[in-house]
C-alpha cells in the first residue's frame, strides 16, 4: 500500500521572528500525527533575515524544504511554487504569521478524508478593527459577486487534493479564490472553525487598500471564468 504523503506550503516575506517557533509546532503537530510529511517554505524575497533562518533550522527538521525567490513575486506565486513542488498528495497550506494553530491542521486531514477542499474559517478573528471591517468587506463583496457562500474566504488555513491543484494555472490574486476554481473542475468544498491566534511579531502586509482595490480585478476574472466554464456532461455512443 502507497504511504500518503502531507506536503505543506507556507510563503514567507519577513517573518524571521515567527519561522523557529512556528517550525517546531508544525512538527510537533505533524510527528504526533504519524504521517509522512513536508514542510516547504517559500521564501518571497524578504528584506530581513528570513532566509537566513530557514537555512539555519534546516539542520533540526529533516522535513524541511527551502524555495527562495529572487524577487518579491506575491503570495500567489509562492503557493505555486510550492504546489509544483510538493510531493504530497494532500497540499495544506498556512501563512508565516503564528496567527493560524497547527493543532487544527489534523481536523483538516480528517475532514478531507471526504471532500477535495477543507477551508479554514477564522469565527474569532484577533486581528485590529480595521482589519476586521477590511476582510468582512472583502468577503461579503467577492461572495456576492462571485456566487460564493464561503464565511472566510481570506483564511490561508486549507487543505487540498493535489490533483485538483495540479490543473490549475495560477495568476496574480488567484490563491484567494481557489476553492471557487477547483469547484468549477469538480472538486468537492466545505468549511471548518480553525483557531485564530493574535499576532506576535511583525506586522500584517495587507491594508484597506490593497485587500479590497487590488482583488476587485481578480474577483472580475474570477467571475469571467465562471459564466465562460465549459460544464457539460456526455455519454460516448461508439
Not at 491542521?105 to 477543507?118: A, G, M, T
Not at 484567494?176 to 472553525?193: C, D, H, S, Y
Request: proline share 3%; with cysteine.
Amino acid at each position: 500500500m502507497q504511504v500518503q504523503i502531507i506536503s505543506i506550503v507556507i510563503p514567507v516575506y519577513n517573518e524571521e521572528k515567527n519561522l523557529p517557533l512556528l517550525l517546531k509546532g508544525l512538527a510537533t503537530v505533524m510527528d504526533k500525527t504519524q504521517k509522512t510529511y513536508e514542510i516547504i517554505f517559500v521564501n518571497d524575497a524578504s528584506t530581513d533575515k528570513s532566509l537566513e533562518t530557514l537555512k539555519k533550522l534546516d539542520s533540526e527538521y529533516p522535513h524541511l524544504r527551502i524555495i527562495s525567490f529572487s524577487k518579491n513575486c506575491g503570495q500567489s506565486a509562492a503557493f505555486d511554487a510550492g504546489f509544483k513542488l510538493s510531493r504530497g498528495e494532500i497540499v495544506v497550506t498556512l501563512d508565516a504569521d503564528l496567527q493560524y494553530d497547527p493543532r487544527d491542521i489534523p481536523r483538516l486531514l480528517e475532514k478531507i478524508r471526504y471532500y477535495d477542499v477543507v477551508c479554514g474559517w477564522r469565527k474569532n478573528r484577533r486581528d485590529p478593527w480595521l482589519k476586521l471591517v477590511s476582510t468582512k468587506v472583502a468577503n461579503g463583496l467577492r461572495n456576492r459577486l462571485s456566487g460564493e457562500n464561503i464565511k472566510d474566504t481570506g483564511c490561508s488555513l486549507k487543505a487540498f487534493r493535489k490533483c485538483f491543484l495540479s490543473e490549475i494555472k495560477m495568476y496574480k490574486g488567484m490563491h484567494r479564490f481557489l476553492p471557487t476554481l477547483l469547484k468549477m473542475q469538480g472538486a468537492k468544498v466545505t468549511e471548518i472553525e480553525v483557531r485564530h491566534l493574535p499576532r506576535k511579531y511583525g506586522r500584517s502586509k495587507y491594508n484597506i487598500r490593497n485587500r479590497i482595490f487590488r482583488s476587485f480585478a481578480d474577483l472580475l476574472a474570477v467571475i469571467w471564468m465562471k459564466k465562460r466554464n465549459l460544464n457539460y456532461k456526455m455519454e460516448v455512443i461508439k
